[in-house]
C-alpha cells in the first residue's frame, strides 16, 4: 500500500512542473486544481493505509470543498481579462 502512496507523490509532482515551466496563468489554474484533487486522494490512501478516519475526513473535506476556491479564482481573473 505504501508503494501506492510513492508512486502517487510521484505523479503529484507532474502538474508542479507544468507550474514551474508554463507562465500561461489558465494552465496554471487547471494545474493547482490537478495538485487540489491529487493530495485529496493521497490523503483517502493513506488514510485507509494508516487506518486513521480524521485524515480521510480531511481528505473528503478537500475533494469537495478544495477545486472551489480555483473556479472562483478563474471565474474572477476571466472578468478582469480585457
Not at 4 to 13: H, I, N, R, S, T
Not at 20 to 41: C, E, G, M, Q, Y
Not at 42 to 59: E, P, Q, S, Y
Amino acid at each position: 500500500m505504501m508503494l501506492l502512496v510513492y508512486g502517487m507523490v510521484l505523479a503529484l509532482l507532474m502538474p508542479v512542473l507544468v507550474v514551474l515551466r508554463n507562465p500561461d496563468l489558465w494552465h496554471r489554474l487547471a494545474a493547482f486544481a490537478s495538485i487540489s484533487t491529487k493530495v485529496s486522494i493521497l490523503l483517502l490512501v493513506f488514510d485507509v493505509a494508516r487506518g486513521d478516519r480524521m485524515i480521510g475526513v480531511v481528505g473528503v473535506i478537500v475533494l469537495s470543498v478544495g477545486n472551489a476556491g480555483v473556479m472562483l479564482l478563474a471565474n474572477l481573473l476571466r472578468e478582469m481579462e480585457p
